[in-house]
């Protein structure tokens, strides 16, 4: 397990938007890696953003979230594995606008 301490817990205090603005966080750096052929830190950045999904997975009772979040974790795979450079920036789009909503949800408190 490589986020050790957000599985004892912490992640499942988070909200859901800081959660996803997260997972985004490691598709950019899954994405930029890969694009500059670092395969190493492509493939640590790609395992790293798995297991934040799972944990988001495990988190949500929701049909409609669990649904849109095993189809986002399974496209992101596919992207990943076949190399689809296009693919993996509209991934890396979908969840920066989760980011950006966490990020201005918090300036208005």
Not at 28 to 51: C, I
Not at 69 to 89: A, G, K, Q, T, V
């Amino acid at each position: 397990m490589l986020h050790q301490s957000l599985a004892a817990g912490r992640w499942a205090d988070m909200s859901f938007l800081n959660q996803m603005g997260n997972i985004g966080s490691e598709v950019s750096r899954t994405l930029n890696w890969k694009k500059k052929g670092n395969e190493e830190r492509s493939n640590s950045a790609f395992e790293r953003t798995l297991e934040l999904m799972d944990l988001t997975i495990q988190n949500h009772k929701e049909y409609a979230v669990l649904r849109e979040l095993c189809r986002m974790r399974d496209c992101f795979c596919e992207s990943y594995l076949n190399n689809d450079i296009d693919d993996l920036e509209k991934i890396n789009k979908y969840f920066f606008f989760f980011g950006l909503a966490y990020s201005m949800q918090n300036r208005n408190k």
